[in-house]
């Protein structure tokens, strides 16, 4: 795990050296207009046109003091700016993963139950579009569909009125940064219901888009588990349906399901890019986006460095759940 | 009934089980309606400039036009003619699609086979690679990569190159140690064979069915991405016939008037659908071909 994540670190150098001095210049300043003169003394000062090997262990170096640079697009330092981001995102995926892993596995166990029924096309119907869609298609459709047709569900993650509040009232307290929560913490209703129904639309594009692999999957292992012979045995052993699909065929078509979660993860950091960028939320996918558009190098690469160790970190508590999870790994 | 060499009896066999589901022939139909559009956008929507990829525009009125006898599908922002765009972005797309999608699998199948048949250090180096890349989301990484090495259409399609060949890496390898202690490989080691022509004669054929199932489904996932890269903005320029492009040039008009609040209705959902019905297409056709393919499913 620590070679892998060496690995990165050398991987986003390497992206970081495709680019001419004079654009890496920019992770360090604060000004954006500098003199070509003053440009040359900077490359200099930090040393960026130095051997690359030397170059990368300063830039480590960095990375562990915490001096991730000055990110342009949020106008401060890349860490002020990421926790200011951060929360935005968080939130967003408190509510969308659950309810991805939630519909994945309850439409999929009922596609493979009800086999060749009508209930089984319509989720195998719902799986194969979730997995042709673009994501900024269903988000601008559902955005045309509900706010610019019927006027609800505006985009942004707070009203104005809310964000005063949320930002300048005295008298509110930031506990955990995450609206709804400390909506409910400061016991403030409005603030809740504003953060809340926000954050409906954007959620609905991540789950239809990301739950698909699960569904498909889940609905292939039912159907494995389902034809297996402990299954017979159980059913001979007077077993009725709820326990037959229940404690003997959905658990055992969860493992592969489990294995995935991750590659789901993944694929659900890419979606937040688009999603945050569509619904006009700030948090670290639109930071992203924007970073990317105005060549803001530092923003970037710590974006980047992030997603790639909390990736590195959900897929080894995966293996973690799995190895406790499946009894055969666990007991041997 | 006259009797048939084996081989192409098996080969009917499959014909057959391929046209039996509805699935697979709305797939083929889909991808063999887009590649027709693809091959006769010459004939279908004439070139106005000199490089077809330019949509040809009338005027540059903001507000896009609704479908006219002009403009059978309407016009875009800055009034970009949207069948034009639509046609010639379809070549764009096979174009696109089929060059990363092939030199993927040049790449993939090169290190899977060296890592898989050598095994040992070459193995351990090639597949700790791989691990690294699969260490980032893919679209957040491609974003990175096109920033470094400079936006536009052709940054993309060198990014996708160069980040989507580890999956047929990791599963043509994965082939190649159940193939390799089979004993038709050992004879033919026996027999004196050189390790080049072991691979690719014995080793490589048998192992490539997965790999080219997972290239027909990368098909559609590749111009998803190439699509959403255009849609942020990193893709090619304004009023480039590319799928991305054009619903980024539509995105600012999901709002309509005040008296018909779908006024634009067209410029949003036009280009999205044309989108998801290639990469539906591709996505059903490699699932009929796994279904096809694959001996566990193939004959039930």
Known sequence: MVLVLIGVSLLVFTMMMLLPPGQRVAIYVTNDRVSPAMMDALIAKYGLNDPAPLQYFRWLRNLLHGEFGYSITASSPVLKGFARFLPVTLELVLYAAPLIILTGIFLGTLGAVRKDTAMDHVTRVLAIVGFSLPTFWLGLLLMMIFYGFLGIFPPGALSTDVRNIVFSDPTWHPYTHLVTIDAILNWRWQVFWDAFYRMILPTLNLVVINSALIMRLMRSSMLEALGQDYMMTARAKGADRKTLFRRHARRNAMLPVITISGITFAELMGSMVITETIFDRKGIGWWMAQAALQLDVAAIMFDVLFLGTIYVVVNLVVDLIYAYVDPRVRLS | ?300
């Open chain 2, 1 to 300: 009934m006259k009797t048939m060499h084996p081989r192409l009896r098996e080969l009917a066999f499959t014909l057959r089980r391929f046209l039996k589901n509805p699935l697979s022939v709305i797939g083929l139909s889909l991808v063999v309606i887009f590649g027709l559009i693809a091959l006769l956008a010459p004939v279908l929507e004439p070139p106005k400039y000199a490089d077809p990829y330019k949509i040809p525009h009338t005027g540059f009125h903001i507000e896009p036009s609704p479908p006219s006898a002009a403009h059978p599908l309407g016009t875009m922002q800055q009034q970009y003619d949207m069948l034009y765009g639509l046609v010639w972005g379809t070549r764009s797309a096979f174009r696109i699609g089929v060059l990363v999608v092939a030199a993927n699998l040049f790449i993939g199948i090169i290190l899977g086979v060296l890592a898989g048949y050598f095994g040992g250090l070459v193995d351990e180096v090639i597949m700790r690679i791989t691990d690294i890349f699969f260490a980032i989301p893919f679209l957040v990484m491609a974003m990175a990569l096109v920033v470094a090495i400079g936006r536009g259409l052709k940054a993309v399609v060198v990014v996708l190159i160069i980040l989507g060949w580890p999956s047929y890496t990791r599963v043509l390898r994965s082939d190649i140690l159940v193939t390799r202690g089979k004993d038709f490989i050992l004879a033919a080691r026996a027999s004196g064979a050189s390790h080049l022509r072991i691979m690719f004669t014995h080793i490589v054929p048998n192992a490539l069915y997965s790999v080219l199932i997972l290239a027909s489904l990368n098909i559609g996932t590749t111009i998803l991405t190439a699509a959403a890269l255009s849609f942020l903005g990193l893709g090619s320029e304004t009023g480039t016939a590319d799928w991305g492009q054009i619903i980024s040039l539509c995105r600012s008009w999901i709002v309509g008037t005040p008296g018909n609040r779908f006024a634009y209705w067209y410029t949003v959902f036009i280009p999205g659908f044309v989108i998801s019905l290639f990469v539906l297409g591709w996505n059903l056709m490699g699932d009929a071909v796994r279904d096809v393919f694959d001996p566990r499913m193939r004959r039930r």
